[in-house]
C-alpha cells in the first residue's frame, strides 16, 4: 500500500498508528524495517510509537528497525564484511573497516589534494576556499553511489553536460583524478566513506544471496515513510524489499523531494508508488482552511510552476494577512519584528509563527534575535541552521585555542603558511572561558596575560596575573588592569591558568580526553563560561564527539605515543581551522522552544517538517528563493538517474529546474501553514544591492489576477 496526498495530511501519524496498532497486538518489533530519510526523523519517530502504546495501556518495547539508508548500509557492511572485503579489493580484508565521518573523509581527500594544489596547480582557475572545494569533490563521490554509476564516470558525465567555457574541462578531469586517487586511498587502508559504504551495499552486499537470506528471515513488515526525500539507491533497497517483506507501507509527499542537492529522487519515488498493488490519497489537510495552499498553487501558476490542487474551499485572497517591509533591509526586519510583536499580543504563542528565508545568515539572526530582545514584551528567537564549521562556533574556536595553548608545540599550517596564534584569538577564548566577561574586557586582560615568547618557547602561553612580589616592575600595571577587567574574573582566571600549567607539566593526552577534563574539571564549574549553560555546551560536545571519531579514523596511522598524540592533536586542529563543513549531529538539530519564534531557511523548514499557525515568508525580493548555490565542480541535475547521460544541460534546463524547484517549496511551505502568511520585501538587499528576484514579481501577478 502507499499513502500519498499534500504535506499535513495525516500520512505519518497514518503510518506511526499502523505500526503502533500492530505493536499493541503483540508482534515481534525486530521484524519491522522503517526506512526514514534523516537521523531527526528517527527521534520523532521513537517518541509518536512510545505516547501512542502508552496511550492504549500496550507494553512499550524497543526493537522496532528504525533508520536511515545509510545508516542500514554501515551496519550491513559491518556485519558481512568478511563475505565482501577482498572481493571489493580491500588491500587488508582480515582487519577491520574504518568508517570515516563527513569531517575526517575530508582530512584524508585534502592529503589527496594539497599536493596536488601545490605542485601541480590544480583547480587553480576556481576561487573557492577549501572547505567548498572538498565538500564538492566528495559530494561527486556520494553522488556516484547514491545514483548508481560508476565513481570513473563523473568526468565524462559533467563533461558532456557543459556548455560553458572551455577553462571548466580541465576542473572536471582534475576532479576525476582526486576521486579516483581517494578511493585507491581507501582501498588502500580501509577506509569506508559515505560513498564506498553505499556503493558496497547496493552493488555487493544486497545481490548476495546470504544476505537476502539473512533480510528475509530478519524481517517482515517494511515501512517507508517520506520515500520522495530518499535517494535512488535506497529506492532500488524498498523495491528489492517489497518482493521479499509479506507488507510494505509506503507514504510519499506530493511535489516534495527538496532534498534534491543530497540525491532526493522524487521521479523514483512515485514510480515506487506506481508499483504498489494499492494506493490512497489522503486530502484532508488538518488545522488549515487550505486558503495557504491556494495562495501557493496561484503564485506557481504565475511564474509556470508545477502547482499542488489545493483543498476545496480555500481562497487565496485570504490566506496574505500583511504585506510589507520597505526599501531598506534593516526596515524590513523591523517590519516583521512589529508583525511579530502584534501577533503574539493578539494571543498567538510565539512557537506557532515562523520566519521562513531563502537563507539565514548570522547577520539576520543576530539582528532578530536582538530586535525581538529588546521588544516591549521580549521574545526569544530559534534559530534553525545547517551546521556551521565547527571553526565558526565561537566556542569551539576558543576551545582550540585553549588547546593550542596547552600544546605549544603544536604547529599549525594554513594554505602553505604558519598559523600563529594571535591576541584576539586568546581574548575570544577568554570571554567563552570565563563566565560573564564581556569582548571589551576579555581584549584587556588577553593584552597582559598572552605571552607569545613562552608560547614559542613551549611553556606556555597565559601568564599567571597574581601573587607579584612587592616592588615587581608589573605589579602596579597589573593591579590597574585588574581594576578595568574586575576582581571577580581573577579566581577563575588562575583556575584557568593553573590548570594548563599542570597539563603541561604531564604526558599529552588524546584530544577528546583533553577536551572531556577541561569541561568537566573546571568549565562547567561556577565562574566559568559553560556553568548551566547548555547551548554552549552542546557546541563543545559536537567538538569532543568529533576529535573522538577523528581519533578512531586516523589514530592508527598516527600511533599512541607522545609525538603521535601531538601530532594527531596538530592534524585536527589544523583541519578544523581550515574550514571544514561540519559533520552532522542530533544536536544540532533541537526542538523549537515552546516559547520561541521560529526563524530556518526555507530548505531546513521543510525537510525538519515544521508546522506553524501563521509564517512570514521573508527577503522575497532575494535572488536566493530562485538561484541554486554555485558549484562549479559538481550539479545535482546531471549527475541524477533522470539526467539522459551526453545530453547538455542548457539554459532552457536551469530554468525549468529552478521553476520546479521553488514551486515545490512554495507548496511545501504553505501546506505547513494552519491560518496565514505575511509578506516581507526589500528593494534594496543586506549589502545595499538593488533586488528584483522573480517570486515577488510572481506574487504581485498571483494578487492582481
Given at each position: 500500500?502507499?499513502?500519498?496526498?499534500?504535506?499535513?495530511?495525516?500520512?505519518?501519524?497514518?503510518?506511526?498508528?499502523y505500526?503502533a496498532?500492530?505493536?499493541?497486538?503483540?508482534?515481534?518489533?525486530?521484524?519491522?524495517?522503517?526506512?526514514?530519510?534523516?537521523r531527526?526523523?528517527?527521534?520523532?519517530?521513537?517518541?509518536?510509537?512510545?505516547e501512542m502504546?502508552?496511550?492504549?495501556?500496550a507494553?512499550?518495547?524497543?526493537g522496532?528497525?528504525?533508520?536511515?539508508?545509510?545508516?542500514?548500509?554501515q551496519?550491513?557492511?559491518?556485519?558481512?564484511w568478511?563475505l565482501?572485503?577482498?572481493e571489493?579489493?580491500?588491500?587488508?580484508?582480515?582487519?577491520?573497516?574504518v568508517?570515516?565521518?563527513?569531517?575526517?573523509?575530508?582530512?584524508y581527500?585534502?592529503?589527496?589534494?594539497?599536493?596536488l594544489?601545490?605542485?601541480?596547480?590544480?583547480?587553480?582557475d576556481?576561487r573557492?576556499?577549501?572547505?567548498?572545494?572538498?565538500?564538492?569533490?566528495?559530494?561527486?563521490?556520494?553522488?556516484?553511489?547514491?545514483v548508481?554509476?560508476?565513481?570513473?564516470?563523473?568526468e565524462?558525465?559533467?563533461?558532456?553536460?557543459?556548455?560553458?567555457?572551455a577553462?571548466?574541462?580541465?576542473?572536471?578531469?582534475?576532479?576525476?583524478?582526486?576521486a579516483?586517487l581517494?578511493?585507491?586511498?581507501?582501498l588502500?587502508?580501509n577506509l569506508?566513506?559515505?560513498?564506498?559504504?553505499c556503493?558496497?551495499?547496493?552493488?555487493?552486499?544486497m545481490?548476495h544471496?546470504?544476505?537476502?537470506?539473512?533480510?528475509a528471515?530478519?524481517?517482515?513488515t517494511l515501512?517507508?515513510?517520506?520515500?520522495?526525500?530518499?535517494?535512488?539507491v535506497?529506492?532500488?533497497?524498498?523495491?528489492?524489499a517489497m518482493?521479499?517483506?509479506?507488507?510494505?507501507?509506503?507514504?510519499?509527499?506530493?511535489?516534495?523531494?527538496?532534498?534534491?542537492?543530497?540525491?532526493?529522487?522524487?521521479?523514483?519515488?512515485?514510480?515506487?508508488?506506481?508499483?504498489?498493488?494499492?494506493?490512497?490519497?489522503?486530502?484532508?489537510?488538518?488545522?488549515?482552511?487550505?486558503?495557504p495552499?491556494?495562495?501557493?498553487?496561484?503564485?506557481?501558476?504565475a511564474?509556470?510552476?508545477?502547482?499542488?490542487?489545493p483543498?476545496?474551499?480555500?481562497?487565496?485572497?485570504?490566506?496574505?494577512?500583511?504585506?510589507?517591509?520597505?526599501?531598506?533591509?534593516?526596515?524590513?526586519?523591523r517590519?516583521?519584528?512589529?508583525?511579530?510583536r502584534?501577533?503574539?499580543?493578539?494571543?498567538?504563542p510565539?512557537s506557532?509563527?515562523?520566519?521562513?528565508a531563502?537563507?539565514?545568515?548570522?547577520?539576520?539572526?543576530?539582528?532578530?534575535?536582538?530586535?525581538?530582545?529588546h521588544?516591549p514584551?521580549?521574545?526569544?528567537?530559534?534559530?534553525?541552521?545547517?551546521?556551521?564549521p565547527?571553526?565558526e562556533?565561537?566556542?569551539?574556536?576558543?576551545?582550540?585555542?585553549?588547546?593550542?595553548?596547552?600544546?605549544p608545540t603544536?604547529?599549525?599550517?594554513?594554505?602553505?603558511?604558519?598559523?600563529?596564534?594571535a591576541?584576539?584569538?586568546?581574548?575570544?577564548?577568554?570571554?567563552?572561558?570565563?563566565?560573564?566577561?564581556?569582548?571589551i574586557?576579555?581584549?584587556?586582560?588577553?593584552?597582559?596575560?598572552?605571552?607569545?615568547?613562552?608560547?614559542?618557547?613551549?611553556?606556555?602561553?597565559?601568564v599567571?596575573?597574581?601573587?607579584?612580589?612587592?616592588?615587581?616592575?608589573r605589579?602596579?600595571?597589573?593591579g590597574?588592569?585588574?581594576e578595568r577587567?574586575?576582581?571577580?574574573?581573577?579566581e577563575?582566571?588562575e583556575?584557568?591558568?593553573d590548570?594548563?600549567?599542570?597539563?603541561?607539566q604531564g604526558?599529552?593526552e588524546p584530544?577528546?580526553?583533553?577536551?572531556?577534563?577541561?569541561?568537566?574539571d573546571l568549565?562547567?564549574?561556577?565562574?566559568?563560561?559553560?556553568?548551566?549553560?547548555?547551548?554552549?555546551?552542546?557546541?563543545?560536545?559536537?567538538?569532543?564527539?568529533?576529535?573522538?571519531?577523528?581519533?578512531?579514523?586516523?589514530?592508527?596511522d598516527?600511533?599512541?605515543?607522545?609525538e603521535?598524540?601531538?601530532?594527531?592533536?596538530?592534524?585536527?586542529?589544523?583541519?578544523?581551522?581550515g574550514g571544514?563543513?561540519?559533520?552532522?549531529?542530533?544536536?544540532?538539530?533541537?526542538?523549537?522552544?515552546d516559547?520561541?519564534?521560529v526563524?530556518?531557511?526555507a530548505?531546513?523548514?521543510?525537510?525538519?517538517?515544521?508546522?506553524?499557525?501563521?509564517?512570514?515568508?521573508?527577503?522575497l525580493?532575494?535572488?536566493?528563493?530562485?538561484?541554486?548555490?554555485?558549484?562549479?565542480l559538481?550539479?545535482p541535475y546531471?549527475?541524477?538517474?533522470?539526467?539522459?547521460?551526453?545530453?547538455?544541460?542548457?539554459?532552457t534546463d536551469e530554468?525549468?529546474?529552478?521553476r520546479?524547484?521553488?514551486?515545490g517549496?512554495l507548496?511545501?511551505?504553505?501546506?505547513r501553514c494552519?491560518r496565514?502568511l505575511?509578506?516581507?520585501?526589500?528593494?534594496?538587499?543586506?549589502?545595499?544591492?538593488e533586488?528584483?528576484?522573480e517570486?515577488?514579481?510572481?506574487?504581485?501577478?498571483?494578487?492582481?489576477r
Open positions: 500500500l502507499c499513502v500519498h496526498g499534500l504535506p499535513g495530511t495525516g500520512k505519518t501519524t497514518a503510518l506511526q498508528a505500526l496498532r500492530r505493536l499493541a497486538a503483540g508482534e515481534r518489533p525486530d521484524r519491522f524495517l522503517v526506512l526514514l530519510p534523516q531527526a526523523h528517527v527521534q520523532r519517530y521513537e517518541q509518536a510509537l512510545v502504546l502508552t496511550a492504549c495501556d507494553p512499550v518495547r524497543g522496532v528497525d528504525l533508520v536511515t539508508y545509510p545508516g542500514f548500509c551496519r550491513q557492511i559491518a556485519l558481512f568478511p565482501l572485503a577482498e571489493a579489493g580491500f588491500a587488508s580484508p582480515d582487519a577491520e573497516p568508517f570515516l565521518t563527513i569531517e575526517t573523509t575530508q582530512y581527500m585534502w592529503r589527496i589534494v594539497e599536493p594544489i601545490a605542485e601541480q596547480g590544480y583547480f587553480s576556481l573557492v576556499r577549501r572547505g567548498r572545494l572538498l565538500s564538492q569533490l566528495i559530494d561527486n563521490l556520494n553522488k556516484s553511489a547514491l548508481g554509476f560508476s565513481h570513473q564516470e563523473i565524462p558525465r559533467l563533461r558532456a553536460a557543459w556548455t560553458g567555457p577553462d571548466r574541462l580541465a576542473s572536471y578531469r582534475q576532479a576525476q583524478e582526486c579516483v581517494f578511493r585507491e586511498y581507501c588502500a587502508h569506508l566513506d559515505f560513498s564506498l559504504v556503493e558496497l551495499f547496493a552493488q555487493r552486499l545481490p544471496p546470504q544476505f537476502a537470506a539473512s533480510f528471515e530478519r524481517y517482515h515501512v517507508v515513510d517520506n520515500l520522495e526525500e530518499n535517494v535512488p535506497a529506492h532500488d533497497l524498498v523495491g528489492w518482493e521479499r517483506c509479506a507488507a510494505t507501507l509506503l507514504a510519499v509527499d506530493e511535489g516534495a523531494g527538496y532534498r534534491v542537492f543530497l540525491g532526493a529522487d522524487y521521479d523514483g519515488a512515485r514510480a515506487l508508488a506506481r508499483a504498489c498493488q494499492r494506493t490512497q490519497r489522503f486530502t484532508q489537510a488538518f488545522g488549515s482552511d487550505g486558503a495552499l491556494a495562495f501557493a498553487s496561484r503564485v506557481c501558476t511564474f509556470d510552476a508545477p502547482a499542488a490542487i483543498p476545496e474551499g480555500g481562497d487565496g485572497q485570504d490566506a496574505v494577512i500583511r504585506y510589507g517591509g520597505g526599501q531598506l533591509w534593516i526596515g524590513m526586519i517590519w516583521i519584528v512589529e508583525r511579530v502584534e501577533l503574539v499580543e493578539g494571543g498567538v510565539p506557532e509563527i515562523a520566519i521562513v531563502p537563507y539565514v545568515s548570522e547577520v539576520m539572526r543576530f539582528t532578530l534575535e536582538d530586535a525581538l530582545a521588544a514584551r521580549p521574545l526569544r528567537l530559534h534559530a534553525l541552521r545547517p551546521a556551521l565547527l571553526r562556533e565561537p566556542a569551539v574556536a576558543a576551545m582550540l585555542t585553549l588547546a593550542r595553548l596547552a600544546h603544536w604547529r599549525i599550517v594554513l594554505q602553505g603558511q604558519e598559523h600563529l596564534l591576541r584576539e584569538d586568546v581574548a575570544l577564548a577568554l570571554e567563552h572561558s570565563l563566565a560573564g566577561l564581556d569582548p574586557r576579555a581584549e584587556h586582560l588577553a593584552r597582559e596575560a598572552f605571552d607569545v615568547r613562552a608560547l614559542r618557547t613551549g611553556t606556555g602561553g597565559l599567571a596575573l597574581t601573587h607579584l612580589p612587592d616592588g615587581h616592575p605589579a602596579g600595571q597589573i590597574r588592569m585588574w577587567v574586575g576582581y571577580r574574573y581573577q577563575a582566571y583556575g584557568l591558568c590548570w594548563l600549567a599542570r597539563y603541561l604526558p599529552p584530544l577528546d580526553v583533553f577536551f572531556s577534563r577541561l569541561f568537566g568549565l562547567t564549574r561556577p565562574g566559568y563560561a559553560l556553568h548551566a549553560n547548555p547551548l554552549g555546551a552542546r557546541a563543545y560536545g559536537r567538538l569532543v564527539e568529533s576529535a573522538f571519531k577523528f581519533g578512531q579514523a586516523v589514530g592508527d598516527i600511533g599512541e605515543s607522545e603521535g598524540l601531538l601530532a594527531l592533536g596538530q592534524d585536527f586542529a589544523s583541519l578544523l581551522l571544514i563543513a561540519s559533520a552532522e549531529y542530533l544536536s544540532d538539530a533541537p526542538a523549537p522552544e516559547d520561541a519564534v526563524l530556518a531557511p530548505y531546513a523548514y521543510l525537510t525538519r517538517d515544521l508546522r506553524s499557525a501563521y509564517q512570514i515568508w521573508a527577503d525580493a532575494s535572488p536566493g528563493w530562485w538561484t541554486r548555490p554555485n558549484q562549479p559538481t550539479h546531471v549527475l541524477s538517474r533522470a539526467w539522459p547521460a551526453g545530453h547538455l544541460w542548457e539554459e530554468d525549468r529546474a529552478r520546479r524547484a521553488l514551486g517549496v507548496t511545501g511551505l504553505a501546506a494552519e496565514g505575511l509578506l516581507a520585501s526589500c528593494q534594496l538587499g543586506i549589502g545595499g544591492e533586488q528584483t528576484g517570486l515577488e514579481r510572481a506574487i504581485l501577478a498571483a494578487q492582481t
